[in-house]
């Protein structure tokens, strides 16, 4: 269930139309569908100047310059991930706003994951280990049931 | 000389809160003196502080350019609000503010505690007094505003034109409320941790302090939000920026310790989970304060890149967050554990709401802390920037909001799940009629945002909800419905109330997000562009001028497809003195949607380039947070939050029922 909702909120994210501020009236494309496509690809690069900003959203001239170059390469017939290469080669990983999910990111990616079924397994077995007393407890050693023994003979 | 009795004023805090602190920890036990002399010591404090303060903003108001800060930072020109703003609108200055709020807590624990414990009250006022030693000394030593400069220039150099807003009037201050405010559940919990002791009178303390402390914070970020959305240009509210995540941190423990002090009262149960999210919080707080104020991460709020600061307030960070830790691993133990119950219990479902929360919260902070980590130890440079937090706090927030109805259906101590859905039924009902009614509304869209919608909608009926069911409408008659309603305890309402408000605020968030229209063009005077049913006509641009800037003025006439006109500027800004450019969007707001226009670049001849965006239900993202923070204070004012006679005849009951 939570790996349904995990990826249904994936698919929420990607869909979502992105915001964006910067991008000038002169490089928006002609084909509807590649400025889509360049819309996204572009919300999911860092602009390399500026503090935490996507190339979408800055009005810095090297973001004007990496968008430019984004929509040339779609253009050009590149897919996707094709365009993330070629600007990750030129620019390196830094680029990605979203972090690959690689050896060097596997922590960052799973740890939150991990804490929370961690979290919800210790909690099952509290919430297993707290019905188990309740039979457990009632059972009486062989020395304490001959203690009751006696006393209810004596 | 104001500024140099304000100097004084703050180095005689500054040694009155070590002798605070030494007298405080030293003869804690059971000593009538030293009891006195922290509080009296704190409320000295507090008047010592607020001089230094005063004097401070007297400088900037009367832009007196002999002293270095105001110099740097203000400007003769500025209107007098943004004088008076400028105060803390740089490193040394907001400091100052942090510890004035500092002692305005101490002196409120003092004035208001009379019916403390004294041995608790001496130590809390104790910690506090270390924490105002701590930074009064930070102050003091690497970042004093008091300095003077001679020969004293004719004129400043500028507040920054960004920060030149009223927001900078409101947002930091309730922000700090917020952090700081979280120092006094600190300090009670290692109060709590010296003295051993810990019952349900200390959480009934407790939760007034987090209460008040988290509500502030709340709407220190949602102004923070709303500032940046309608002064950075672009329209977003939430960047993912690791300056606001440093201050989403502790909200989010903030959330969870508000939670769990309720079950620590009423329930006398986790104790040790409690007093250590009290020490997570604040130490978040702390942790935030690091990275905005050390220069490791820059940000517009990252006035002070200073390495030595960084220092300072690294080793500040460690001894206290570290000594609080080596406290609780040693004795967190001795805190004894109180009330059992079941896993299906009200107190269940509040451990579950903490179990996520606090994975939000580690989540945002590996998030935050990551890039810097990797860069620390192997060089490799990388970026998690929102597209990652998205994804992962998403995913972590939906099971908790589909939870959140059930939580306050079900009993103490043990609960019944099918029972209470059963009771939810009707909700459930509604929720999926009104879901459905959206969905065709909508014209039945393959995207997700339809059940994100659902899940706000669900949040805010099983509110509401839970009001209907304690009146007992339709089980009984209206008049004694109305009867129950009016007699429900303010803490009722205001859970009904602040869950109600994160529905809202979900809402606001799928709508501005998913449904939001953009058009980017360029437009000549007299032209029109069609969005979202509304007609946007450019009517042309003018030069305009203000106290400290210039501006390129764009008018622009919007009319709304229900009729009626409204006329709306957008303007750029250039600032005299620093020459920054700066842009004012222009908002209209239609019921709680708006249009967002701005105003850019010349385009070809006579041409402007225009961005317009109609952002629908936007202002619900930030009207669920004054929900929220509104149940917070009106729970405040609950009969049980009151401390006195009933909290110590309640306290006295639930230890004999130990």
Same mark, same amino acid.
């Given at each position: 269930?939570?790996?349904?909702?995990?990826?249904?909120?994936?698919?929420?994210?990607?869909?979502?139309?992105?915001?964006?501020?910067?991008?000038?009236?002169? =490089?928006?494309?002609? #084909?509807?569908? $590649?400025?889509? %496509?360049? *819309?996204?690809? !572009?919300?999911?690069?860092?602009?390399? +100047?500026?503090?935490?900003?996507?190339?979408?959203?800055?009005?810095? =001239?090297?973001?004007? #310059?990496?968008? $430019?170059?984004? %929509?040339? *390469?779609?253009? !050009?017939?590149?897919?996707?991930?094709? +365009?993330?290469?070629?600007?990750?080669?030129?620019?390196?990983?830094?680029?990605?706003?979203?972090?690959?999910?690689?050896?060097?990111?596997?922590?960052?990616?799973?740890?939150?994951?991990?804490?929370?079924?961690?979290?919800?397994?210790?909690?099952?077995?509290?919430?297993?280990?707290?019905?188990?007393?309740?039979?457990?407890?009632?059972?009486?050693?062989?020395?304490?049931?001959?203690?009751?023994?006696?006393?209810?003979?004596? | 000389?104001?500024?140099?009795?304000?100097?004084?004023?703050?180095?005689?805090?500054?040694?009155?809160?070590?002798?605070?602190?030494?007298?405080?920890?030293?003869?804690?036990?059971?000593?009538?003196?030293?009891?006195?002399?922290?509080?009296?010591?704190?409320?000295?404090?507090?008047?010592?502080?607020?001089?230094?303060?005063?004097?401070?903003?007297?400088?900037?108001?009367?832009?007196?350019?002999?002293?270095?800060?105001?110099?740097?930072?203000?400007?003769?020109?500025?209107?007098?609000?943004?004088?008076?703003?400028?105060?803390?609108?740089?490193?040394?200055?907001?400091?100052?503010?942090?510890?004035?709020?500092?002692?305005?807590?101490?002196?409120?624990?003092?004035?208001?505690?009379?019916?403390?414990?004294?041995?608790?009250?001496?130590?809390?006022?104790?910690?506090?007094?270390?924490?105002?030693?701590?930074?009064?000394?930070?102050?003091?030593?690497?970042?004093?505003?008091?300095?003077?400069?001679?020969?004293?220039?004719?004129?400043?150099?500028?507040?920054?034109?960004?920060?030149?807003?009223?927001?900078?009037?409101?947002?930091?201050?309730?922000?700090?409320?917020?952090?700081?405010?979280?120092?006094?559940?600190?300090?009670?919990?290692?109060?709590?941790?010296?003295?051993?002791?810990?019952?349900?009178?200390?959480?009934?303390?407790?939760?007034?302090?987090?209460?008040?402390?988290?509500?502030?914070?709340?709407?220190?970020?949602?102004?923070?939000?709303?500032?940046?959305?309608?002064?950075?240009?672009?329209?977003?509210?939430?960047?993912?920026?690791?300056?606001?995540?440093?201050?989403?941190?502790?909200?989010?423990?903030?959330?969870?310790?508000?939670?769990?002090?309720?079950?620590?009262?009423?329930?006398?149960?986790?104790?040790?989970?409690?007093?250590?999210?009290?020490?997570?919080?604040?130490?978040?707080?702390?942790?935030?304060?690091?990275?905005?104020?050390?220069?490791?991460?820059?940000?517009?709020?990252?006035?002070?890149?200073?390495?030595?600061?960084?220092?300072?307030?690294?080793?500040?960070?460690?001894?206290?967050?570290?000594?609080?830790?080596?406290?609780?691993?040693?004795?967190?133990?001795?805190?004894?554990?109180?009330?059992?119950?079941?896993?299906?219990?009200?107190?269940?479902?509040?451990?579950?709401?903490?179990?996520?929360?606090?994975?939000?919260?580690?989540?945002?902070?590996?998030?935050?802390?990551?890039?810097?980590?990797?860069?620390?130890?192997?060089?490799?440079?990388?970026?998690?920037?929102?597209?990652?937090?998205?994804?992962?706090?998403?995913?972590?927030?939906?099971?908790?909001?589909?939870?959140?109805?059930?939580?306050?259906?079900?009993?103490?101590?043990?609960?019944?799940?099918?029972?209470?859905?059963?009771?939810?039924?009707?909700?459930?009902?509604?929720?999926?009629?009104?879901?459905?009614?959206?969905?065709?509304?909508?014209?039945?869209?393959?995207?997700?945002?339809?059940?994100?919608?659902?899940?706000?909608?669900?949040?805010?009926?099983?509110?509401?909800?839970?009001?209907?069911?304690?009146?007992?409408?339709?089980?009984?008659?209206?008049?004694?419905?109305?009867?129950?309603?009016?007699?429900?305890?303010?803490?009722?309402?205001?859970?009904?109330?602040?869950?109600?408000?994160?529905?809202?605020?979900?809402?606001?968030?799928?709508?501005?997000?998913?449904?939001?229209?953009?058009?980017?063009?360029?437009?000549?005077?007299?032209?029109?562009?069609?969005?979202?049913?509304?007609?946007?006509?450019?009517?042309?641009?003018?030069?305009?001028?203000?106290?400290?800037?210039?501006?390129?003025?764009?008018?622009?006439?919007?009319?709304?497809?229900?009729?009626?006109?409204?006329?709306?500027?957008?303007?750029?800004?250039?600032?005299?003195?620093?020459?920054?450019?700066?842009?004012?969007?222009?908002?209209?707001?239609?019921?709680?949607?708006?249009?967002?226009?701005?105003?850019?670049?010349?385009?070809?001849?006579?041409?402007?380039?225009?961005?317009?965006?109609?952002?629908?239900?936007?202002?619900?993202?930030?009207?669920?947070?004054?929900?929220?923070?509104?149940?917070?204070?009106?729970?405040?004012?609950?009969?049980?939050?009151?401390?006195?006679?009933?909290?110590?005849?309640?306290?006295?009951?639930?230890?004999?029922?130990?």
């Amino acid at each position: 269930m939570r790996r349904f909702w995990t990826l249904m909120i994936t698919l929420l994210a990607l869909m979502m139309p992105l915001a964006a501020g910067a991008v000038q009236p002169d =490089e928006v494309l002609g #084909d509807p569908l $590649l400025e889509t %496509r360049a *819309r996204s690809i !572009s919300a999911n690069l860092r602009c390399l +100047v500026c503090q935490n900003q996507s190339i979408d959203d800055s009005d810095a =001239e090297l973001a004007r #310059d990496l968008r $430019l170059l984004v %929509r040339e *390469r779609l253009v !050009s017939g590149d897919t996707d991930t094709e +365009v993330y290469d070629f600007v990750v080669a030129r620019y390196g990983e830094f680029v990605l706003l979203r972090p690959v999910f690689a050896g060097h990111t596997i922590v960052l990616w799973i740890a939150t994951p991990i804490l929370l079924g961690g979290g919800l397994v210790a909690l099952a077995v509290w919430a297993m280990r707290r019905r188990r007393p309740d039979t457990g407890a009632a059972k009486l050693t062989s020395e304490e049931e001959g203690a009751l023994e006696r006393l209810r003979k004596g | 000389m104001t500024i140099e009795l304000g100097h004084f004023a703050l180095i005689l805090a500054f040694i009155l809160s070590i002798a605070q602190a030494g007298i405080g920890f030293t003869f804690w036990r059971g000593n009538e003196m030293a009891q006195r002399f922290v509080t009296q010591a704190a409320i000295l404090q507090f008047a010592l502080v607020g001089l230094a303060f005063a004097a401070l903003v007297q400088a900037f108001m009367a832009d007196d350019f002999s002293v270095r800060l105001v110099v740097e930072h203000s400007h003769s020109l500025q209107p007098m609000l943004y004088k008076i703003t400028s105060t803390w609108g740089n490193h040394e200055g907001s400091m100052l503010l942090f510890v004035l709020i500092l002692v305005v807590f101490g002196a409120a624990v003092a004035a208001f505690g009379r019916n403390l414990p004294h041995d608790l009250k001496t130590l809390v006022l104790s910690n506090q007094g270390l924490m105002v030693a701590a930074f009064s000394g930070f102050v003091l030593f690497t970042s004093n505003p008091f300095w003077r400069l001679d020969p004293a220039p004719f004129n400043g150099t500028e507040l920054n034109p960004v920060l030149q807003d009223i927001g900078l009037a409101i947002h930091p201050p309730l922000l700090y409320l917020g952090y700081v405010g979280f120092s006094i559940c600190f300090s009670f919990a290692v109060a709590a941790l010296i003295s051993g002791r810990i019952d349900a009178a200390w959480a009934r303390w407790v939760r007034p302090w987090t209460l008040a402390s988290w509500s502030f914070l709340t709407l220190g970020i949602a102004m923070g939000s709303y500032w940046a959305y309608y002064e950075l240009g672009w329209g977003g509210w939430w960047f993912w920026d690791p300056v606001e995540n440093a201050s989403f941190m502790p909200w989010l423990a903030g959330t969870a310790l508000l939670h769990s002090a309720i079950v620590m009262e009423k329930r006398n149960a986790l104790k040790i989970w409690t007093v250590f999210l009290a020490i997570i919080t604040f130490s978040l707080s702390l942790l935030g304060t690091f990275l905005v104020r050390s220069g490791i991460l820059t940000s517009v709020h990252s006035f002070a890149s200073d390495p030595t600061r960084g220092m300072v307030i690294l080793t500040v960070l460690a001894l206290f967050i570290g000594g609080a830790f080596t406290l609780f691993a040693l004795r967190a133990s001795a805190l004894r554990s109180g009330g059992l119950f079941a896993p299906i219990s009200r107190e269940g479902a509040l451990i579950l709401n903490n179990l996520f929360l606090s994975a939000a919260t580690a989540g945002v902070l590996i998030g935050t802390l990551y890039p810097l980590v990797l860069e620390a130890l192997t060089g490799a440079r990388i970026t998690v920037g929102a597209p990652f937090f998205d994804v992962t706090f998403g995913g972590l927030m939906v099971p908790l909001l589909l939870l959140i109805p059930f939580g306050p259906f079900l009993a103490w101590k043990r609960g019944d799940l099918a029972a209470v859905t059963q009771r939810l039924m009707a909700a459930i009902i509604v929720t999926v009629v009104l879901s459905l009614l959206v969905f065709g509304f909508l014209g039945f869209p393959i995207t997700l945002a339809p059940i994100g919608l659902g899940i706000g909608i669900w949040v805010m009926v099983g509110a509401i909800a839970e009001l209907v069911d304690r009146a007992a409408i339709g089980r009984v008659g209206m008049a004694q419905s109305w009867a129950r309603l009016k007699g429900l305890p303010r803490t009722t309402w205001s859970t009904a109330i602040a869950h109600f408000g994160v529905g809202v605020s979900v809402i606001g968030i799928v709508c501005a997000t998913a449904f939001q229209t953009e058009i980017v063009t360029s437009m000549r005077p007299g032209e029109a562009t069609e969005i979202a049913g509304y007609t946007v006509t450019y009517e042309g641009e003018e030069l305009v001028s203000g106290p400290n800037f210039t501006a390129e003025q764009g008018s622009f006439m919007i009319g709304s497809p229900w009729g009626g006109e409204r006329a709306l500027t957008s303007e750029r800004r250039v600032y005299a003195v620093s020459g920054m450019p700066t842009t004012e969007a222009g908002i209209r707001t239609y019921g709680f949607s708006q249009m967002y226009v701005q105003f850019g670049e010349r385009f070809g001849e006579g041409g402007r380039v225009v961005r317009l965006w109609h952002k629908p239900f936007v202002l619900l993202i930030w009207l669920g947070t004054v929900f929220m923070a509104g149940a917070g204070f009106l729970s405040l004012t609950d009969r049980r939050m009151r401390i006195g006679a009933p909290a110590r005849a309640k306290s006295r009951t639930a230890r004999a029922a130990q």
